[in-house]
């Protein structure tokens, strides 16, 4: 920050009755500079723009992802088969959802936006003791009607000015324990959630590690190798295998459950597809038969 330029006037101030009024007003113009450079230093800070391209951004990923499912959901069936041989609509919308979430977490840890409301707050509250100071030194100062003020004046004036300072140094102090109190808030929940991740992980993993969880699927296409370049295969919306020549695909592992199972090719030259619903029981194999259906309309 700037150095006050009152500030080495102060050491020399001078209460003799000639001296009295600049005195004063050096007094009066020092606590003043003081509180503007506050309010200026708040106001000067960057936090407001940055939170509100986050939160924009956040809101436009957010909206994106939920709307990339419906996208492919509504397109007609054959656009939605040659689109998902070249992009992954579904996975672009998980995508989209999982920035939205970590760029609000970023805001979120980093304080962005609570920080640009904590400067508010303090600019608000030093401004409005600058207003009080003010008002109070010019009811104390039109008492004195034209004749230097006696010393219990000047006490008064002086005080007026000290509680001023105080109350500006309060509202800086507030808002630091804010911070402070706010920062290690967010540190300790950010590691608690990162060990509970961790742990998370772990789990994953031994659980992943143990085969009883999974299970294969033989999927037989009873038409396959009538397909034009063999048959692409997708399970629960995400593409596995392509180009699959004759009528046979394996996938493993595959996790116990139930799961979509999705087969997409063009049958002299028009768009063919069948699904099922299959059934994956821990350790076995399940063998679905699916039947590729030529589209009615070439042109869906």
Not at 17 to 42: C, I, K, N
Not at 91 to 107: K, M, N
Not at 118 to 140: C, D, F, H, I, Q
Request: charged share 20%; with cysteine; proline share 4%.
């Amino acid at each position: 920050m700037t150095k006050n330029p009152h500030c080495e006037s102060l050491s020399g101030l001078s209460w003799k009755p000639s001296d009295t009024e600049r005195s004063l007003q050096t007094l009066r113009e020092y606590a003043e500079w003081e509180a503007r450079r506050q309010v200026d230093w708040y106001h000067s800070r960057k936090p407001a723009a940055l939170s509100s391209r986050l939160r924009l951004a956040a809101i436009l990923f957010g909206a994106l992802g939920g709307l990339l499912p419906l996208l492919k959901a509504t397109l007609p069936s054959g656009a939605a088969t040659a689109l998902s041989r070249y992009a992954g609509i579904s996975e672009a919308g998980y995508l989209s959802l999982a920035l939205a979430v970590a760029i609000f977490q970023l805001d979120r840890y980093f304080g962005i936006s609570t920080t640009w409301m904590r400067y508010v707050t303090a600019a608000s509250a030093v401004e409005k003791s600058l207003e009080e100071y003010r008002m109070e030194w010019a009811n104390l100062t039109s008492q004195l009607q034209g004749v230097p003020p006696t010393a219990s004046q000047i006490h008064q004036l002086i005080g007026c000015t000290t509680n001023f300072s105080l109350a500006v140094k309060s509202h800086v102090e507030q808002e630091t324990k804010a911070w402070l109190i706010e920062f290690q808030s967010n540190l300790a929940q950010l590691d608690g959630e990162m060990k509970a991740r961790a742990h998370e992980v772990k789990d994953q993993v031994q659980s992943a590690s143990q085969p009883g969880n999974f299970g294969a699927i033989s999927l037989t296409v009873s038409n396959g190798t009538a397909a034009d370049g063999g048959f692409d295969v997708e399970l629960n919306g995400n593409r596995v295998e392509g180009k699959i020549i004759g009528g046979k695909c394996g996938i493993c592992p595959v996790a116990a459950g139930l799961h979509r199972v999705r087969v997409m090719a063009t049958i002299g030259g028009r768009p063919a597809a069948a699904s099922d619903v299959v059934e994956v029981s821990a350790g076995a194999i399940a063998r679905p038969t699916l039947e590729l259906a030529i589209s009615e309309n070439p042109e869906k």
